[in-house]
């Protein structure tokens, strides 16, 4: 009723499941966001092809094209002034990004890692759980802050971690609580915009 949706960035890097869910989640009326752009970082994410599919406008800035990581972020700014963005959602997106992008985006940029932060910053997040002999793991939406996976947590889903688990059938089962945490995450976002 009047209200204007959140403009969403997504970036992805890979097959862009967590960027599905918010996809399904914008197809509701009620949802507070529309997705403007996916990005990737690779030209053969298998998500691209989904975001192509469902009609979302997509850029493809290629890392390999660039032997600085300024100049490659300085080429994704570029192509987000196309967009009237409100909100970058990184989705998969394997790149660190450098404190200078970070910090123009202020609040404005959230990430998901699957972890219980602050515990398995990084990579490997589910074996180093299983080696540590943890009770849970889960997933967190965080804003992105210059140091890795350690901006404030926006929400938190804990998962039991079972005796015979592998970092396979835990990442399967975290990965169901990221595909509920995003788009939840998105909606507290959006009452504090
Ligand atoms: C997810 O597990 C996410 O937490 C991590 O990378 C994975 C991306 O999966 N940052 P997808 O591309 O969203 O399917």
């Given at each position: 009723?009047?209200?204007?949706?959140?403009?969403?960035?997504?970036f992805i890097s890979g097959r862009g499941?967590n960027?599905?869910?918010?996809?399904?989640?914008?197809?509701?009326?009620?949802?507070?966001?529309?997705?403007?752009?996916?990005l990737s970082n690779h030209?053969d994410a298998?998500g691209?092809?989904?975001?192509?599919?469902?009609?979302?406008?997509?850029?493809?800035v290629d890392h390999k094209?660039?032997?600085?990581r300024?100049?490659f972020?300085?080429?994704?700014?570029?192509?987000?002034?196309?967009?009237?963005?409100?909100?970058?959602?990184l989705a998969g997106f394997m790149r660190i990004l450098?404190?200078?992008?970070?910090?123009?985006?202020?609040?404005?940029?959230?990430n998901i890692h699957p972890?219980?932060?602050?515990?398995?910053?990084g990579l490997n997040?589910?074996?180093?759980?299983?080696?540590?002999?943890?009770?849970?793991?889960?997933?967190?939406?965080?804003?992105?802050?210059?140091?890795l996976d350690?901006?404030?947590?926006?929400?938190?889903?804990?998962?039991?971690?079972?005796?015979?688990?592998?970092?396979?059938?835990?990442?399967?089962?975290?990965?169901?609580?990221?595909?509920?945490?995003?788009?939840?995450?998105?909606?507290?976002?959006?009452?504090?915009?």
């Amino acid at each position: 009723m009047g209200v204007d949706k959140l403009k969403l960035a997504i970036f992805i890097s890979g097959r862009g499941s967590n960027m599905l869910s918010i996809i399904k989640a914008c197809k509701s009326a009620n949802f507070p966001a529309e997705i403007a752009l996916v990005l990737s970082n690779h030209p053969d994410a298998k998500g691209l092809i989904i975001a192509q599919n469902e009609g979302i406008p997509t850029e493809v800035v290629d890392h390999k094209g660039y032997d600085r990581r300024e100049n490659f972020e300085a080429e994704i700014s570029s192509r987000l002034t196309k967009y009237d963005l409100d909100l970058i959602i990184l989705a998969g997106f394997m790149r660190i990004l450098t404190a200078n992008f970070v910090e123009q985006w202020p609040r404005r940029m959230i990430n998901i890692h699957p972890s219980l932060l602050p515990d398995y910053k990084g990579l490997n997040t589910h074996q180093r759980a299983i080696n540590d002999g943890k009770a849970e793991g889960g997933c967190n939406v965080h804003y992105v802050t210059p140091d890795l996976d350690s901006g404030p947590v926006i929400l938190q889903k804990r998962v039991s971690i079972l005796p015979d688990d592998t970092a396979a059938t835990l990442s399967d089962r975290v990965l169901e609580q990221e595909h509920i945490a995003y788009p939840e995450a998105i909606e507290i976002i959006a009452k504090t915009l």
